[in-house]
């Protein structure tokens, strides 16, 4: 959560539905794992990084400014580069993906956050891989039998780490985490059907139309920023913005053109372990044995999904 040249403009964030991938070569190998190390570690400490923004930042205006940001700097980087303005269905497509992505999924988890443990909303949206296997299933791409078994053995890790630290114990955030993960994967599945810019392009208008979706809504809600931010919440927002947004999506674009969906969404799986490791670290929360279990059980299944051998 590999793709093929399209006849249509070609889309980063989602793959399009191809029945088998590509050989890699030694180079893009390389790539996949360094794209794979930095979504594990970047998008797993993203949540804490969250977390602090929003002390100062309400949560929709916190995640609009982050992305429009974000999609400025991306977009100015390639214009300069010499690369096409999008046209005006181009943008459009960028702008409804955007809203299923990053309005309707990390929106809701930075408004999910004002209640829930980052930890739990790591947990939460470990669904992703299910989803997106289930969604991909019915466009054509169902998941290998490893894949079954690695998605099943990570959603069990998962389970075991969400009854070590309750999940329903706050409604409405529960609620906006069951609906980030389903929208993340829904987004991720129908980009390959709207027209959107090539690569890195399409990330830019993404979050350029995802970010202003965000502040409009942050708008409508009565959000609104009561005095100057800490310096905190300041480092916070540039790490969203520069390593989680610009590093994390191009890591993330890049998997998507060139592995299994299964593996590309493989992080969701693993960022709860970072999370939960970083509020252990910096928040003072313990670990127990049944937490350390289901953390290898997840690393088990994600191995599953890595190891799949290619047809």
Do not use: D
């Not at 793709?3 to 070609?10: A, C």
């Not at 830019?204 to 942050?218: I, N, Y």
């Not at 799986?269 to 670990?287: D, H, K």
């Amino acid at each position: 959560m590999s793709k093929v040249q399209l006849t249509r403009s070609e889309p980063v964030i989602a793959p399009a539905a191809q029945s088998t991938a590509p050989a890699l070569s030694s180079r893009e190998r390389l790539g996949v794992g360094l794209a794979l190390v930095a979504l594990y570690i970047i998008w797993g400490s993203t949540y804490l990084g969250m977390r602090i923004a929003i002390e100062s930042f309400p949560p929709f205006l916190m995640a609009g400014i982050r992305f429009i940001c974000a999609g400025l700097l991306l977009y100015a980087f390639l214009r300069l580069r010499g690369h096409a303005a999008p046209t005006g269905k181009q943008w459009g497509g960028a702008t409804i993906i955007g809203v299923l992505m990053l309005v309707c999924s990390n929106g809701m988890v930075s408004f999910a956050e004002q209640w829930v443990a980052t930890g739990i909303v790591a947990i939460a949206l470990a669904a992703v891989p299910l989803y997106s296997a289930l969604i991909f299933g019915f466009l054509g791409r169902w998941p290998s039998r490893f894949e079954w078994l690695g998605l099943g053995l990570g959603f069990v890790g998962v389970i075991m780490l969400n009854l070590e630290h309750g999940f329903w114990t706050n409604p409405q955030g529960a609620l906006a985490l069951l609906i980030a993960p389903f929208c993340w994967s829904l987004g991720s599945a129908l980009s390959s059907r709207f027209s959107m810019a090539s690569g890195l392009m399409a990330s830019a208008t993404q979050m350029l139309g995802g970010g202003v979706a965000l502040l409009l809504l942050g708008v409508g809600l009565g959000e609104h920023i009561s005095g100057w931010p800490s310096t905190r919440s300041w480092l916070a927002m540039l790490y969203l913005v520069l390593i989680g947004s610009l590093v994390g999506y191009t890591a993330y674009g890049y998997l998507l053109r060139k592995v299994r969906p299964a593996l590309a969404t493989s992080y969701a799986y693993v960022n709860p372990i970072v999370a939960v490791g970083l509020g252990a670290l910096m928040a003072g929360e313990q670990i127990t044995p049944v937490g350390i279990i289901a953390m290898l059980i997840i690393l088990t299944g994600v191995a599953l999904v890595s190891l799949r051998k290619r047809r």
